[in-house]
């Protein structure tokens, strides 16, 4: 299949081979069949975007983003779920409780690819969309709470970006929480350094030391929690520990927060 797609598009699939990868393995610790069923569907090359660093990276941050979805959606469990910057992810496969309503949302020309792997199913839609506009978001079911889902989306906005898709958010529900992945300014200025992402035309930008700097671009919203992958890459092997020790500061964090 020829892949028609914008420079950030193109990282998600990094997370579609390492997905793919990771299942392969005999003590796999996330089992994605749909990212390999996505593979050979698109039929890429994608062995470059799976080095060790960023393999381990993506594990732990789908455990982790899986993990904080499920906490909230058991405290929320009617909510409206919006996975925005979807990319290929199939996160409703893996939280769906029978009652959420889960929308995936991304620019058109990834949704267009995305629109030949999968199907609309009951409480699980696809939407073309942008997270610096808030068209999409029109005609979109009223639900209590709204769990907002950007998982490698943000590194790649700069800071007037990331300040309208905050706002976009706020302004366009009224009550709800945002899974936002985090990374450090140093990452923001290298993104020549990284072990995936160099092989993509996509560059980071602006990066935050800490997650409480979102607050000063949109005043509505709070801080819940903020961790590092560290927390779970450190668990499996030794240089991750060494990363996480050396360097406790560098590695991407996953950032919650409500309004």
Request: hydrophobic residues 35%.
């Amino acid at each position: 299949m020829d892949l028609q797609i914008g420079d950030i598009q193109e990282t998600a699939l990094i997370t579609l081979a390492i997905r793919a990868s990771e299942t392969d393995r005999p003590n796999a610790r996330i089992k994605d069949l749909k990212a390999k069923e996505i593979i050979d569907t698109l039929g890429v090359d994608v062995s470059q975007y799976d080095p060790f660093m960023s393999h381990e990276g993506v594990v732990a941050r789908t455990i982790m983003y899986s993990n904080q979805l499920q906490e909230l959606i058991k405290q929320y469990p009617d909510a409206l779920c919006i996975n925005l910057g979807c990319g290929f992810d199939d996160k409703f496969v893996q939280v769906d409780n029978g009652e959420i309503v889960w929308y995936d949302v991304d620019l058109p020309d990834i949704m267009s690819v995305r629109r030949k792997i999968y199907q609309d199913r009951e409480r699980c839609i696809m939407r073309d969309g942008s997270a610096l506009e808030s068209d999409w978001t029109k005609g979109l079911p009223k639900r209590s709470t709204t769990i907002v889902v950007m998982e490698g989306v943000l590194e790649y906005f700069t800071k007037e970006q990331v300040t309208t898709c905050l706002n976009m958010l706020c302004d366009s529900f009224e009550h709800g929480f945002l899974l936002a992945e985090l990374h450090h300014p140093i990452l923001g200025k290298n993104t020549q350094h990284h072990d995936a992402v160099k092989h993509t035309n996509a560059q980071f930008h602006w990066g935050t030391k800490s997650g409480k700097e979102y607050l000063d671009l949109e005043p509505r919203m709070s801080l819940v929690s903020e961790r590092s992958y560290n927390e779970e890459m450190r668990k499996y092997s030794i240089r991750a520990k060494l990363f996480a020790f050396f360097l406790p500061f560098l590695n991407n964090r996953l950032a919650v927060y409500k309004w």
